[in-house]
């Protein structure tokens, strides 16, 4: 039977996306390949269990929500995600997944709503990430856009006017936790008249910088 490596899976608020303040299932799948510098789930690198889909998809039903989040670590470096998610999408949840558009996005069920979090240089990883993705998207998919400087800010504004991603989905900006001034970067949005959406982690200012929230 397949089978998938989970770090967690836990019932919280959405924190992020354009589903925030929502009840929602995160499955957090183990493994990554990038190293952001700026991680908080650098737990799910390594820690997990085999979990088979009938398993998993019974403790998701456990919570009694159909808002399903995959997440990680990277989602998409599990190559048995991709049937999972087909499943999910069978049995009526409706599914997200966060990916850090380092992994090719062209096999992910259409019904899925992808969130695509490009790299800033500010990650240290942003030469990592794949433009070819951003063909695949659909206009209920989400580009976010982890910013951790002033420097981050100018890169993504030019990056997305440079790729037409207005005209793809939803851009949204998040300022990195305890390093991005949340003001400085509400200003700089409405200095530029930059048509994208200033997001928070809400489940921070929730419960702070906690493991399974």
Sequence with gaps: MDNLI????????????????HPTVFVRLTGCPLRCVYCDTEYA???????????????????NCKKVMITGGEPLAQKNII???????NNSFL????????????????????????KTPGSGES????????????????????ICNQEDYNWSKKYIY???????????????????????????????SLPARLQIQLHKFIWGDQRGK
């Excluded at 899976?9 to 303040?21: A, D, P, V």
């Excluded at 030469?127 to 856009?145: E, M, R, T, W």
């Excluded at 037409?164 to 400085?184: A, G, H, Q, R, T």
């Design 6 to 21: 989970i770090n967690e899976i836990f019932y919280s608020i959405q924190g992020e996306s354009l589903n925030t303040g």
């Design 45 to 63: 690198f390594h820690d997990g269990k085999p979990m088979d889909f009938n398993t998993i998809i019974e403790k998701i039903n456990s919570f």
């Design 83 to 89: 049937n999972f998610l087909k499943i999910l999408c």
């Design 95 to 118: 599914v997200s997944i966060e990916t850090s558009n380092a992994l090719d996005i062209s096999k992910i069920d259409k019904r899925v709503t992808t969130i695509l979090d490009i």
């Design 127 to 146: 030469d990592k990430n794949l433009p070819n993705n951003y063909q695949y998207l659909k206009s209920i998919d989400q580009i976010k856009f982890v």
């Design 162 to 192: 440079s790729h037409n991603l207005f005209n793809i989905c939803e851009v949204l900006l998040s300022p990195c936790y305890e390093k991005m001034d949340l003001k400085l970067l509400a200003e700089n949005i409405l200095k530029d």
